[in-house]
């Protein structure tokens, strides 16, 4: 019998096979996304793909790397998409094309491109221009908003005037809202029986934008793009925590359901959460990683001062990750674990 000498490869998968798995992962969300909340999202995802490529580009030439190589690997198409679809889909094309830039650039290329990079660029973009543009960022569709694609087109390129009666918060906000300024009678069971904000049980439209990103993740499961650690103990620690509060106060805190469907919940654990890079790559680790940032989402969800949590929460923990990695590994083989 021949033994082939080690690395033993399962299985031979290039970065890009692994990114056009993750976008073809997405399309269930976004299919739903354009129909039940509106096109522009499409136009937003075009924007940010142009604008990462274009970043990747720059950066590549400037550090003397080949750029059909990595222009080809899809990461930078990823990060645009999950930019896209965390920001306001009327969010005006600048802020979008900024955000991208800003990723590709400070959060990938500074820190040596593609698998060096210690913070989620997606999560940065975000972050960054919440803190810079919070008007603009709380700027979402209306409840049954009806807008022609060139209508949508329009608002984002600048030719038409932003409307606030366009615009209305995202149920997490509304619900925040209406918690900080109802008084000891208040019920938040009451609040989530008014359908036409917040659908059946997360939001008119947005809870079947969130299955849609259900689907795909665990259809990335399925593949194993992503090992099932990370969303599970993610979505476990929401549902726990979520779930306490509401059995304690129903009328204070909302059913885990809710939490689960709403916001960048599931959007979060399946697809960036995940990401190996930025995140840990022990088992334990994984486990840790996931349960730490679902419960800060629901902290900052609830708690803080931004209406979802995910990204922040997902910042923090890659923070984290790098410890968490240290006092995670596995003996060495044949070697006994230290106290």
């Not at 269930?28 to 793909?49: E, F, H, N, R, T």
Request: proline content about 6%.
């Amino acid at each position: 019998m021949i033994f082939a000498p080690s690395p033993f490869l399962l299985k031979d998968t290039s970065v890009s096979q692994v990114m056009t798995q993750v976008c073809l992962a997405l399309v269930p969300g976004i299919v739903a996304y354009a129909w039940l909340v509106g096109p522009a999202i499409l136009v937003q995802l075009v924007i940010a793909s142009v604008a990462a490529l274009l970043a990747e580009a720059a950066m590549l030439k400037l550090r003397g790397k080949p750029l059909a190589l990595f222009l080809s690997d899809g990461s930078a198409i990823v990060t645009a998409w999950l930019i896209a679809l965390t920001f306001p889909p009327l969010a005006p094309w600048w802020m979008v094309f900024t955000g991208t830039v800003f990723a590709i650039v400070f959060a990938k290329h500074l820190y040596g491109g593609l698998g060096q990079n210690p913070f989620n660029p997606a999560m940065v973009a975000f972050a960054v221009c919440i803190v810079a543009f919070p008007a603009l960022m709380s700027q979402w569709p209306a409840v049954g908003l009806e807008l022609r694609l060139l209508d949508q087109i329009d608002i984002i390129f600048g030719l038409a005037p932003r409307v606030d009666a366009l615009t209305s918060a995202t149920p997490l906000d509304a619900m925040k809202t209406a918690l900080r300024m109802g008084d000891a009678s208040f019920d938040i069971a009451q609040l989530l029986a008014n359908q036409d904000i917040y659908g059946n049980f997360a939001g008119r439209g947005w809870e079947w934008v969130a299955t849609g990103y259900l689907l795909g993740g665990l259809w990335l499961w399925y593949r194993r793009v992503i090992s099932w650690q990370v969303p599970l103990a993610f979505l476990a620690s929401l549902t726990l925590i979520s779930g306490a509060l509401w059995l304690y106060n129903p009328a204070a805190f909302a059913n885990p359901v809710f939490h689960l469907f709403s916001g960048g919940t599931l959007l979060g654990a399946f697809f960036i959460a995940t990401d190996p890079v930025s995140g840990c790559t022990t088992l334990r680790g994984k486990l840790i990683f996931g349960a730490g940032a679902g419960l800060l989402a629901f902290i900052i969800r609830v708690f803080g001062g931004y209406p979802d949590g995910v990204a922040f929460a997902v910042l923090l923990m890659n923070l984290c990750a790098p410890v968490i990695d240290l006092l995670t590994q596995p003996a060495i083989f044949g070697m006994k674990d230290r106290k």
